[in-house]
C-alpha cells in the first residue's frame, strides 16, 4: 500500500481510512490566510511563489488534509494569451470577448505559460509530509471560455450560450486554443511536482446533453488523452451538472467530483472499480458548527464504500465557516475504522 490515501483511491486501492482534502481550503475561513490578505492582494499572493507556497501550506499545518491544491485561479494561465484580467473578487476580464477576429489574434503557441506557478509547486512540494499529495489545476475550456467572453461571473452566462449560437465555428477555435493552453500548463505542473490534475469544469451545467457533445466532449478528451502519458490521475469536477455526470465518466478519468446535489452513492455503484468519485457534503452544513457537520459526515460516510472514495466538500468552503467543523470533519474521518 502506497502512503498516498489520495492516489490509493484513485487507483481504487485500499486505505487505512479515506484520503480528505478540501475545495477552497487556503481561504477567508483562516485568520492566517485573512491576515495574508490584508496587506496583499490575491495576484500579489498567487503570483509570488513565497506567498502562495506560504497559503497553499497553511491549511495543512492546522487540519491532517492528505493533500494540497496549489494557491492559483483557474483563470491564471490566460495570461499566456495576452489576456489581462484581475479579481474583484471574482475574475474580471479586461477586453471580453465579443467577436470572431478577437479570438483569430489569440496566439496559439506558448513559450511557459505561468512560471510564477511551477515556482510555487516547487515551493510546496518540498515542504509535504510523504503521504500528501500535491495537486495542480485548472479551468476546462468552456468554463474558461464562459469567463472570457462574459467578462466576469455570472448567473448562467448567457453571452457565451449567444456567441455558440452565432460564431460555432469560432467558438471552436477558441475552445481549441485554451484547449493547447491548458495541455501545456498541466504538464508544467506536472513536471513541477503536480501528483494529480483536477479540471473544473464549474459551469458545464449550463449545457443539454447535445451541446456538451459539441462544446465539451472533444476538447476535454483531447486533454485527458494527452495527460495519459505523463501517468497522473486526472479528476473532473463539475458543478450542478446532475445530467451530465455519466457523460463526464465515460472520459478516461481517474474521479468524478461532483456537487451535493448528486447522489454519491448511487453514482458510485454505478462507476464500481472504474473511477474514483470525490465529494460532497454541503458546504453551508459546516456553517451549524461541528456537532451537526459530524452527523451528515457520518452519514453520508456510511452511504459510501471507503474504496474510491475521497471525502470532499461539494463545493468550495464557505468564508464564515467555523474552524471547528473542519476538526469536526477531520476526526470523522480518523475515527472510521
Ligand atoms: O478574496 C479572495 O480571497 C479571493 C477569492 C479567490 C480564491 C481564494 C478567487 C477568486 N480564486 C481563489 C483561488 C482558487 N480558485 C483556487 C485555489 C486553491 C484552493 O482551492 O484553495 C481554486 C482551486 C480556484 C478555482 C476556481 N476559480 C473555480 C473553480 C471552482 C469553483 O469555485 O467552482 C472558479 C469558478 C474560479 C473563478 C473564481 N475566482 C475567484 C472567485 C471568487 C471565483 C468564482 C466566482 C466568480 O465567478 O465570480
Known amino acids: 500500500m502506497n502512503n498516498k490515501r489520495l492516489l490509493n483511491a484513485l487507483n481504487l486501492k485500499e ?3 479515506r484520503p480528505i482534502w478540501i475545495m477552497r481550503q487556503a481561504g477567508r475561513y483562516l485568520p492566517e490566510y485573512r491576515k495574508v490578505r490584508e496587506k496583499y492582494s490575491f495576484r500579489e499572493v498567487s503570483e509570488t511563489p513565497e506567498l502562495a507556497a506560504e497559503v497553499t501550506l497553511q491549511p495543512l499545518k492546522r487540519f491532517e488534509f492528505d493533500a494540497s491544491i ?8 490566460l495570461k499566456a494569451m495576452n489576456i489581462n484580467f484581475d ?51 485548472g479551468g476546462a475550456p468552456w468554463t474558461l471560455a464562459a469567463y472570457l467572453i462574459q467578462g466576469k461571473g455570472q448567473k448562467d452566462f448567457p453571452a457565451i450560450r449567444r ?9 471552436q477555435s477558441l475552445l481549441t486554443k485554451l484547449s493547447d493552453l491548458s495541455i501545456q500548463y498541466f504538464k508544467e505542473q506536472i513536471d513541477s511536482g503536480a501528483e494529480v490534475i483536477q479540471i473544473f469544469d464549474s459551469w458545464a451545467g449550463l449545457l443539454s446533453i447535445k451541446d456538451w457533445q459539441t462544446w465539451i ?22 458543478q450542478n451538472a446532475n445530467h451530465l455526470v455519466e457523460y463526464y465518466c465515460e472520459l478516461p478519468i481517474s474521479g468524478i467530483g461532483v456537487d451535493w446535489r448528486v447522489d454519491l452513492s448511487k453514482l458510485q455503484s454505478k462507476l464500481k472499480d472504474h473511477i474514483a468519485v470525490q465529494g460532497n457534503l454541503d458546504p453551508a452544513i459546516l456553517l451549524a458548527g461541528p456537532e ?16 474510491g472514495h475521497i471525502m470532499n466538500l461539494g463545493h468550495g468552503i464557505l468564508p464564515n465557516t467555523p474552524i471547528e467543523s473542519v ?7 480518523k475515527n472510521e475504522r
Do not use: M
Not at 476538526?327 to 474521518?333: C, D, F, K, R, T
Open 15 to 17: 486505505n487505512d481510512h
Open 70 to 77: 496549489i494557491f492559483a485561479d483557474i483563470i491564471t494561465p
Open 87 to 137: 479579481f474583484s473578487p471574482g475574475p474580471i476580464i479586461e477586453n471580453p470577448i465579443n467577436n470572431p477576429r478577437q479570438i483569430d489574434a489569440l496566439p496559439d503557441k506558448f513559450y511557459e505559460v505561468a512560471p510564477e506557478v511551477q515556482a510555487s509547486l516547487k515551493l510546496v512540494k518540498s515542504e509535504l509530509k510523504s503521504h500528501q499529495t500535491l495537486i495542480g489545476f
Open 163 to 171: 456567441f455558440a449560437s452565432e460564431h460555432p465555428e469560432s467558438l
Open 217 to 238: 466532449q472533444p476538447h476535454l478528451l483531447h486533454i485527458v488523452s494527452a495527460l495519459k502519458a505523463s501517468n497522473i490521475p486526472v479528476i473532473l469536477f463539475l
Open 292 to 307: 451537526i457537520t459530524k452527523k451528515y459526515a457520518i452519514n453520508l460516510l456510511n452511504s459510501i464504500d471507503p474504496k
Open 327 to 333: 476538526h469536526a470533519l477531520i476526526e470523522v474521518i
